[in-house]
C-alpha cells in the first residue's frame, strides 16, 4: 500500500510563528505536491517539486516556502504565519516520468492560526 | 473552469450499489477520468482511473461511455464507511499536473 504521511493531523500557531509542516513518503516516488484546501475554493496548489533539491511555484506561493532535501521529504515552511494561513493542508506524492501520474494523499493538518 | 459535472448529493441504502454519474463532454483524447473521494477531515483517497475502457479494482468498478462524454464509478457493495464526497476529475496524461477537483457528489449511504 502507498503510504503518505503528515507530521500533525491538528496544529494550532499564533500570528508571526514560522511553521514547519512535515510530508514524508515511502512509495520512492518522484513528484511530490503541497495543497491547501478551503471550503467552497476547492483544493488549491501551494508548490510541487518534481526532484531532490528541485520546486515550482504553485497557484498561490506567498507566505509559503519548501524543503526537499531528501527524495521521501517534502516539507512545507509558512515564513511568518497569519490567520489567513488557517486551512486544511494536504501533501500527495506521485510517481512521476510518462504516463499516468496518480497522486496519493496523506491524511492532512489541520492548521489553526490565532 | 470545470471540465466535469456530478450531481450535488446521491443517497444509497447499505449493501446496494451505487452509481455515480459524471459528465465530461469536453474531454481531449489525451485525458484520463480520475475518481477521487474524502471521507470528512480526511486526505482524498484514489479510487480508480481509466482512458476509455471500462476498468475494475478491489475498490470499484470505472464505465466509460464509448463516446467518452460521461461516466459512471460503482460500488458493488455500499458500507456506511463509503459515506464521503466523491470527485471525478479529467487529467492529462504524462506530467505532473495539479489536481482540480469541482464540487463533487456527496454520497451519504443509509443504514
Known amino acids: 500500500d502507498v503510504k503518505v504521511t503528515q507530521s500533525s493531523r491538528y496544529l494550532v500557531k499564533r500570528t508571526g510563528e514560522k511553521v514547519f509542516l512535515e510530508c514524508v513518503q515511502d512509495?520512492?516516488?518522484?513528484?511530490m505536491f503541497w495543497y491547501r484546501q478551503d471550503p467552497g475554493l476547492g483544493l488549491r496548489l501551494i508548490y510541487f517539486s518534481y526532484d531532490v533539491k528541485m520546486k515550482e511555484k504553485g497557484d498561490i506561493p506567498e507566505g509559503y516556502s519548501v524543503s526537499r532535501e531528501k527524495k521521501e521529504r517534502f516539507s512545507l515552511i509558512l515564513e511568518s504565519a497569519s490567520t489567513n494561513q488557517t486551512s486544511m493542508y494536504l501533501c500527495?506524492?506521485?510517481?512521476?516520468?510518462?504516463?499516468?501520474?496518480?497522486?496519493?494523499f496523506g491524511p492532512g493538518t489541520r492548521l489553526t492560526v490565532l | 473552469d470545470a471540465k466535469t459535472t456530478q450531481p450535488t448529493s446521491m443517497d444509497c441504502a447499505e449493501g446496494r450499489a451505487a452509481n455515480l454519474p459524471c459528465n465530461h463532454s469536453?474531454?481531449?483524447?489525451?485525458?484520463?477520468v480520475y475518481w477521487y473521494r474524502q471521507i470528512h477531515s480526511q486526505g482524498p483517497q484514489y479510487i480508480i482511473h481509466g482512458l476509455k475502457n471500462n476498468e475494475t479494482n478491489e475498490m470499484a468498478s470505472l464505465i466509460i461511455t464509448e463516446d467518452r462524454k460521461s461516466s459512471t464509478l460503482i460500488l458493488p457493495h455500499a458500507t456506511l464507511r463509503d459515506t464521503a464526497v466523491y470527485y471525478c476529475i479529467v487529467r492529462v496524461e504524462g506530467g505532473s499536473e495539479k489536481l482540480v477537483f469541482g464540487k463533487g457528489t456527496k454520497l451519504t449511504v443509509n443504514p
Open positions: 500527495a506524492g506521485a510517481p512521476g516520468g510518462a504516463g499516468t501520474d496518480t497522486q496519493y
Open positions: 469536453t474531454i481531449s483524447g489525451n485525458e484520463y
Open positions: 512509495m520512492d516516488h518522484e513528484n
